[in-house]
């Protein structure tokens, strides 16, 4: 018998609805594996039908999870740990050491995906195809100014374990260095001595134009097996400061397509990969010097599930040929990276469901999502008059809601647009972008705020 323990933490809104567990495995095809639980908030269905469960709240700023995985492990043996969360990646490595479990990332190995210094002093090795850029660990502003000294403008400043565009700051000018180290730079620091100094927790690296694409995939020993790359309409920076923004899928058996999977697979050639490897890759992408080929420089790479709205598109490319919008159907992309970070295998014929999986290059689908404006939202046009065919328009903010900016702990979406190839239709990238625009163009026309 095989005990999987799952390491949640549900925290604020989310475009995408949390999976019950129990669901992801069978008595028919997994008769041999029980799943434990650990959440924030524990569905009626995983209380009734997990081996174990415990309901632990804000999981990120407490041991009490790492207490209740223990004393799981002493009454069942735990044989496996999964998380698909960014902040818990680091803390299953942990828990893998002290229950002694084989499987999954170790903590030196999960450092390599979590810590932006140690990646990036990996991904710059001798013969990567990858670039990366001139980057420093912060200790101090004397490192930052002298970095800039060397470096020039612009730069970028981030925290090393950080995610989500969360307290990323880009310095263009001396002006903007200075009121960062006066203002900023000490802000963590707490007058009462729980936290006196810096440790080297942030990272200043050059900051790189051009378009960011991403790879979300599966590779089983290192070796890439299945990819789903994508390009974003902005990123989710530009979004923090009030630009929507969004992914479109790069379609299967393109020159564009292999030259990402390739880069994916040279970056995972120089990281230590478990078994069974669930990732996330951003990259920055330029053209090449010959006609049609790329050159990429890195951003960062995860050991975890994409975020956001990227999993549903991903749902939806890999069900284009399902003929129901069935529970198992809705949730499908996560059945997928729970059963491939597990081991377990797929339970559905890919090829079957998915035009994408077949190689299908006329399969395209992409996203574009609308922040809310600072104000409140008084009037949205209705989704169903949408004028742009293919496109379907899903409203997430209710009118009478104020908004005053963007916050990682509120919902900061006013709507969603999907356009997707139709049965039958050929489209590549540009066509489903120009259908977002269109539709954008069109909801910014129609939609209403006023002053609060």
Not at 131 to 144: C, L
Not at 224 to 253: H, K
Not at 313 to 340: G, H, W, Y
Not at 348 to 364: L, N, Q, T
């Amino acid at each position: 018998m095989k005990h999987i323990l799952v390491l949640d933490n549900p925290t604020g809104p989310s475009l995408t609805a949390p999976p019950s567990y129990t669901t992801l495995v069978g008595a028919r095809t997994d008769p041999a594996v029980r799943v434990l639980l650990i959440s924030g908030r524990v569905s009626a269905q995983d209380a009734a039908n997990t081996l174990s469960h415990a309901e632990v709240a804000n999981a990120s700023s407490t041991g009490a999870l790492e207490l209740a995985a223990l004393a799981m492990h002493q009454t069942h043996r735990i044989d496996d740990v999964y998380t698909n969360q960014e902040d818990l990646v680091l803390r299953a490595a942990h828990l893998r050491t002290l229950l002694n479990i084989q499987t999954g990332l170790m903590p030196q190995d999960a450092m390599c995906f979590r810590d932006k210094v140690r990646m990036k002093e990996l991904l710059g090795t001798q013969g990567s195809s990858v670039n990366v850029p001139m980057f420093e660990r912060v200790w101090s502003p004397a490192n930052v100014i002298a970095f800039i000294q060397k470096a020039g403008y612009p730069v970028v400043i981030k925290p090393s374990l950080g995610s989500a565009s969360a307290s990323v700051t880009v310095l263009r000018t001396d002006a903007e260095r200075n009121a960062y180290l006066c203002n900023e730079f000490y802000s963590r620091i707490d007058e009462e001595g729980k936290c006196m100094d810096y440790s080297g927790d942030m990272i200043i690296e050059q900051f790189v134009p051009g378009s960011m694409v991403h790879i979300n995939g599966y590779a089983r020993n290192g070796k890439v097996e299945i990819a789903w790359p994508f390009r974003y309409i902005n990123t989710n920076l530009g979004f923090t400061t009030g630009a929507a923004y969004g992914n479109i899928l790069i379609c299967a058996n393109t020159a564009h397509h292999t030259a990402l999977v390739n880069a994916a697979q040279n970056a995972l050639d120089r990281l230590p990969c478990p078994e069974h490897l669930i990732f996330h890759l951003e990259l920055f992408e330029q053209c090449g010097k010959q006609a049609g080929t790329f050159e990429y420089t890195l951003c960062e790479i995860a050991a975890r599930r994409p975020g956001g709205s990227i999993g549903n598109l991903i749902q939806r490319c890999e069900s284009s040929d399902a003929a129901t919008d069935t529970d198992s159907v809705k949730s499908l992309f996560q059945e997928m990276e729970f059963r491939l970070s597990c081991g377990l295998g797929l339970r559905h014929d890919r090829e079957r469901m998915s035009r994408y999986a077949r190689g299908d290059a006329g399969y395209c689908i992409g996203d574009l999502i609308v922040p809310l404006r600072i104000g409140k939202l008084v009037q949205v046009p209705d989704s169903n008059l949408c004028p742009v065919e293919g496109v379907t328009v899903v409203q997430v903010a209710k009118p009478g809601v104020e908004y005053s900016g963007f916050s990682i702990n509120t919902m900061n979406t006013c709507a969603r647009f999907i356009a997707v190839s139709r049965e039958g239709e050929s489209v590549n990238e540009a066509q489903i972008e120009e259908r977002l625009q269109r539709a954008h163009e069109w909801y910014q026309q129609n939609v209403v705020y006023s002053s609060v």
